[in-house]
């Protein structure tokens, strides 16, 4: 490690550098993308899953599932930072491109991490049937995805953290849930350790995201 | 022999868009062909031979799915599900070659390089939108809206090149109308792409959106040396011209839409 400052800093950024040249060279498509990915909205989404969720958590050495994981950008160091010893964190996502830049992203930590390409909304019912179950299933993009209720898995201890939102004006939310009663219903947790909302951009215009997070 | 789909539902388009499809294949068909047309209408030239509604996958006739409470954008997800019943394998007995085309469409000139075409090759056809911007197709958001690369106006296959489309069809029906409420192109770019082969841009063309983006992509232009003018239109775009509508207004459209 560098300096006290970056000792102090939760998410090492020096260590982006690299991924964002290999943006720049290989994918400039992406780049826009990728920045989407490190707004202050995402931010603040996934640090009050994390947050709330490294409180909930009982599992010692859990092996964590992040559906629709996109690059990780936030999640992945949040969830080394708050939650200790992580087995494994398992992260899907139907988008080849951004696993490879995943790996560059993640670099300290991919010995820990297994990438799976694969279209959530149409692997519900395989997943119940992977090698390596979760002890903590985190989907923080539920508005893209089939009801999260038919994925449950068998074991009651998996600890859930769902993360939906209502505005339905782009058209890859194909399941907005307009509200967090609604969201709720979709996922059909039984037991809710935590559930809230916080305004879905940076300013409230009445959009809202949904947190629930809990046990099936 | 060729067996020739389409299909006609709802109070959009009347029956002369099929009979006038019919006159077009007649006229720039050379091989012996069969012509079906899977709806609830009569009244069709006596060619047209007509086929019911299949029943195979769930809410799919069109009174199923307008009867469905599940609408995004104020159409029911996944808006085209009869055209879904085309990948059945030997659907309503029917064997051999086959090619299904939208109602909406100009057949401009002799079809027989399409044949050819599709002889010279292992996969079945698709039309392509090759009027796409392509920087955007290439970006992540296409691929997260489940965006269509192919254009399905005309498709030509044997039953063998597509039969995981009609068994993923049966798999996941409720995962693909939900998944893919844009149509059923959006599930064909999705989840079979490999199984096709484009028609070129030298045959294939668009009457709102040109032929070949960034260089070609003027609306309403006659482009006499292709073979099939698509009428797509997108509410987006209120001067889309539907084809009827077309037909009124360019009189080498009216030519060949008879």
């Known amino acids: 490690m560098g300096t006290r400052t970056m000792e102090r800093m939760n998410i090492p950024v020096w260590e982006w550098s690299e991924t964002l040249e290999l943006i720049a060279h290989k994918y400039p498509h992406r780049y826009k993308d990728f920045a989407y990915s490190i707004r202050k909205n995402q931010w603040e989404a996934k640090s009050w899953l994390m947050e709330i969720l490294s409180v909930v958590n009982e599992k010692e050495n859990p092996v964590i599932w992040v559906l629709g994981s996109w690059y990780g950008s936030v999640i992945v160091p949040l969830i080394f930072r708050y939650i200790d010893n992580v087995k494994e964190v398992h992260l899907f996502d139907y988008d080849e491109e951004v696993f490879e830049i995943?790996?560059?992203?993640?670099?300290?930590?991919?010995?820990?991490?297994?990438?799976?390409?694969?279209?959530?909304?149409?692997?519900?019912?395989?997943?119940?049937?992977?090698?390596?179950?979760?002890?903590?299933?985190?989907?923080?993009?539920?508005?893209?995805?089939?009801?999260?209720?038919?994925?449950?898995?068998?074991?009651?201890?998996?600890?859930?953290?769902?993360?939906?939102?209502?505005?339905?004006?782009?058209?890859?939310?194909?399941?907005?849930?307009?509200?967090?009663?609604?969201?709720?219903?979709?996922?059909?947790?039984?037991?809710?350790?935590?559930?809230?909302?916080?305004?879905?951009?940076?300013?409230?215009?009445?959009?809202?995201?949904?947190?629930?997070?809990?046990?099936? | 022999m060729l067996n020739f789909f389409c299909s006609l539902w709802g109070d959009k388009y009347s029956i002369d868009y099929v009979n006038r499809l019919y006159s077009m294949i007649e006229r720039n068909c050379s091989e012996p062909f069969f012509f079906f047309c899977q709806t609830d209408k009569t009244g069709f030239r006596k060619e047209v031979q007509v086929l019911p509604f299949l029943t195979d996958l769930k809410e799919s006739t069109p009174e199923e799915m307008w009867n469905t409470d599940d609408f995004m954008n104020e159409l029911p997800r996944l808006w085209d599900r009869p055209k879904l019943n085309y990948w059945k394998p030997n659907g309503w007995g029917i064997t051999g070659t086959k090619i299904a085309l939208d109602i909406d469409i100009v057949i401009q000139k002799d079809m027989t390089p399409i044949f050819e075409l599709f002889e010279s090759q292992d996969k079945a056809l698709s039309g392509r939108s090759w009027w796409h911007n392509m920087d955007h197709e290439a970006l992540p958001q296409w691929r997260r809206r489940y965006g269509a690369r192919n254009n399905g106006g005309f498709y030509m296959w044997k039953d063998d090149q597509v039969i995981d489309i009609w068994n993923d069809l049966k798999h996941n029906t409720k995962y693909i109308y939900f998944c893919f409420h844009g149509g059923s192109d959006n599930f064909i770019t999705t989840r079979h792409l490999d199984k096709f082969n484009f028609l070129p841009k030298e045959m294939y063309y668009s009457f709102n959106r040109g032929c070949s983006w960034p260089d070609d992509v003027h609306m309403y232009k006659h482009r006499p040396d292709k073979i099939i003018c698509v009428f797509n239109t997108d509410v987006d775009h209120p001067h889309h011209l539907e084809l009827k509508k077309a037909a009124e207004d360019y009189q080498w459209v009216k030519e060949y839409w008879q």
């Open chain 1, 102 to 216: 995943c790996h560059s992203l993640h670099k300290k930590w991919n010995s820990k991490i297994v990438r799976h390409c694969k279209d959530i909304n149409f692997e519900i019912d395989v997943l119940k049937s992977y090698d390596v179950q979760p002890d903590i299933v985190i989907n923080t993009s539920c508005e893209h995805m089939w009801v999260m209720s038919d994925l449950l898995l068998e074991d009651k201890s998996i600890l859930y953290a769902f993360q939906s939102n209502n505005f339905d004006l782009e058209p890859s939310h194909i399941n907005a849930a307009h509200s967090l009663e609604k969201f709720k219903e979709q996922c059909g947790l039984t037991t809710i350790e935590y559930e809230g909302s916080k305004p879905f951009h940076d300013i409230d215009d009445g959009y809202k995201r949904w947190m629930i997070i809990g046990y099936a």
